[in-house]
């Protein structure tokens, strides 16, 4: 497994922006997808936005049109890039990597969107 560190997280008011990365610890290969996942507290961790090797991307119908996810496969780098945010986006936002040898998640990063 890869280690996975994402930054970014904070606090900010609603209408802020935010842009979290996550950065593998090594070069990674054969990558099927990359992606970010939000946990509320008391809920379950929900997917906010994928990316493929092709470079297709999918996202969460609720935040479609507020976030936007991008990678630097020179780096083994995702970044989730998020507008107009809104308290009910406050999470703990992780990190996925899928690769051909497995699945490493991130240790999370808190995002705390205040009205």
């Known amino acids: 497994q890869v280690q996975l560190v994402e930054s970014g997280g904070g606090l900010v008011q609603a209408g802020g922006s935010l842009r979290l990365t996550c950065a593998a610890s090594?070069?990674?290969?054969?990558?099927?997808?990359m992606g970010w996942y939000r946990q509320a507290p008391g809920k379950q961790r929900d997917m906010v936005a994928i990316?493929?090797?092709?470079?297709?991307?999918n996202y969460a119908d609720s935040l479609k049109g507020r976030v936007t996810i991008s990678r630097d496969n020179s780096k083994s780098t995702v970044y989730l890039q998020m507008s107009n945010l809104k308290p009910e986006d406050t999470a703990v936002y992780y990190c996925k990597f899928v690769t051909t040898g497995g699945v490493s998640w991130g240790q999370g990063t808190h995002v705390t969107v205040s009205s």
């Open positions: 990316i493929t090797a092709g470079g297709v991307t």
């Open positions: 090594e070069t990674v290969f054969s990558v099927i997808g």
